[in-house]
């Protein structure tokens, strides 16, 4: 396959530009599964806060930590584990559930990749509600390093967009790999550092946290949110995984692109 | 002004996930396109819909594409619209293409007709302003009245056939692909339905459709192509290959 890097830098650029359409997208989509419902999106908020605060004050108690040190950590870091997460599983099918758009007409196709990131966002400004619930609760301060929690959630936002570009290219060629990336986010997220510290984890174990990236963006979400700055080596981290996965997208894209609609 | 040049384009379809009984049933059995053997061991399967096929159109021409089905008709349409990169072979448009396939991109059920004459307009390039402008001729061509604000699945079936026919006309387009079976209704509805098919191809520049009806081939188009198992059997007049195409079906 020759590789058309020109199809691919204007199939990004021309879909971010397409805000109306993804916005539109991406907010109906969410108004669609909650239709006729009377608290809408707050169901997702309301399970997840209920798992939070049910398991932090059981967990602290297990851990014998204080409930008001151990609940807000748990909260920020399920929320923003809960963000990443579901871009990614999203990530897999999203050229194959937009396969009626693919196959009707061209169109640049991160549109549909920026509207699964873009409605996830959304979730998680209605998730933010039982943080801010726990935060009084808990008197977690307001800094100035919470204000970090915009180049943290940034990081989320522009590594999602590749991330649902490269994986949903794989994803409608290979249909195994949506299960195979389902089942090691699942595990994933008990080797990651959410339930208990980095400190918990003792020195042997490091390794789990300090080249994991999904703690690493874990971590500039969670961190800021609890008043306290990311560690650097979190930024340096997911600067590399920034640079090294949109190369890699932007490779793979402009050789595959126009094959997209021939694997669905 | 609109212009499409197709130069000698192939389009092969993987087939995927194919079990190996599969396969052999599927080598003993003719189809449409040709099923080959494809890729460096001979171990993919491919089925051929196009097979150099070429053709040049300029301002104001009408072609019609005639041929059974599998011919290769649909897979045509969706290269000229940019859908499918053909697998060799070039292809040049130069113009705003209007893909009027079956469905309509976007169309909810649980949405009002209101909210989904919006985002099938936005799909089909259309600015919010123009949305805004048509919508109310929209709603009346569809002649949905007070139905517009209620979901389409409340509609029915005819309704929704109405509303997504009259989005996808409400465009103004340089070059038209229709597919047909666009517009399908009451009797009532076919008659309004030409009518405003009428204009719209009108007011374009290129319009190519595929169809099975040599009437409808005859009233729109000024020139035809017969494809047959993905290749193009005969390039001309309505007339002649209408000819042609009536007498392969005789055979």
């Not at chain 1, 398991?55 to 870091?77: D, I, R, S």
């Not at chain 1, 963000?83 to 007409?105: D, P, R, Y």
């Not at chain 1, 929690?149 to 794989?170: E, S």
């Not at chain 2, 599927?26 to 080959?36: E, H, K, Q, T, Y």
């Amino acid at each position: 396959m020759i590789p058309q890097y020109d199809v691919a830098l204007a199939d990004f650029a021309d879909g971010l530009a397409a805000w109306r359409i993804w916005g539109r997208l991406g907010w109906q989509e969410i108004r669609r599964r909650y239709r006729r419902t009377t608290i809408g999106p707050f169901w997702t908020s309301l399970s997840l806060g209920i798992f939070i605060v049910v398991l932090g004050f059981v967990w602290a108690n297990l851990w014998n930590q204080e409930p008001k040190k151990y609940l807000p950590f748990l909260c920020a870091g399920m929320l923003a584990w809960n963000l990443m997460q579901t871009i990614i599983n999203e990530a897999c099918i999203v050229f194959i559930g937009g396969e009626s758009f693919i196959k009707q007409m061209p169109f640049p196709y991160s549109m549909l990749c920026w509207s699964v990131v873009w409605r996830n966002l959304v979730v998680f400004g209605h998730n933010l509600l039982i943080f801010i619930c726990v935060a009084f609760y808990a008197n977690v301060p307001f800094t100035t390093a919470s204000l970090l929690v915009i180049p943290g959630l940034a990081f989320m936002i522009v590594n999602g967009v590749w991330i649902a570009t490269l994986l949903g290219l794989i994803c409608s060629r290979y249909r195994d790999v949506q299960q195979v990336v389902a089942s090691l986010l699942q595990i994933a997220m008990f080797v990651t550092p959410i339930f208990f510290s980095r400190e918990q984890l003792g020195r042997r174990l490091g390794l789990l946290t300090d080249f994991n990236a999904l703690y690493h963006f874990v971590e500039v979400v969670r961190a800021p949110l609890l008043g306290q700055a990311p560690a650097i080596w979190s930024w340096f981290i997911l600067l590399c995984v920034t640079i090294t996965g949109w190369t890699a997208t932007l490779l793979i894209y402009s050789r595959f692109r126009r094959r997209v609609p021939y694997w669905l | 002004m609109a212009s499409i040049v197709v130069e000698d384009i192939t389009v092969d379809f993987p087939i995927y996930g194919s079990q190996k009984s599969f396969r052999k049933a599927l080598f003993s059995r003719a189809v449409g396109g040709f099923i080959r053997r494809d890729g460096p061991h001979q171990n993919r399967i491919a089925v051929r819909a196009l097979e150099n096929v070429s053709l040049k159109l300029g301002h104001g021409d009408r072609l019609g594409l005639l041929g059974h089905n599998g011919a290769g008709k649909s897979t045509l349409l969706r290269v000229l619209a940019g859908v499918y990169v053909p697998t060799s072979g070039r292809v040049l448009i130069d113009g705003r293409v209007s893909p009027l396939f079956n469905t309509s991109p976007g169309l909810d059920p649980d949405d009002t007709g209101y909210e989904n004459i919006v985002t099938c307009g936005m799909f089909l390039g259309m600015t919010r302003d123009e949305i805004i402008r048509k919508s109310s001729e929209i709603a009346e061509f569809s002649e949905l009245g007070d139905y517009i604000n209620l979901p389409v699945r409340t509609y029915s079936t005819g309704m929704v056939t109405r509303l997504g026919f009259a989005i996808a006309t409400a465009i103004d387009p340089e070059i038209v692909l229709l597919d047909e079976g666009l517009a399908a209704g009451d009797a009532r509805f076919a008659e309004r339905a030409k009518q405003r098919a009428d204009a719209l191809i009108d007011r374009s520049s290129i319009l190519v459709i595929a169809s099975h009806s040599e009437a409808l081939i005859r009233l729109w188009c000024n020139r035809a192509l017969l494809l047959d198992g993905g290749q193009v059997v005969m390039a001309g007049g309505v007339d002649e290959v209408i000819d042609a195409y009536s007498r392969s079906s005789a055979r």
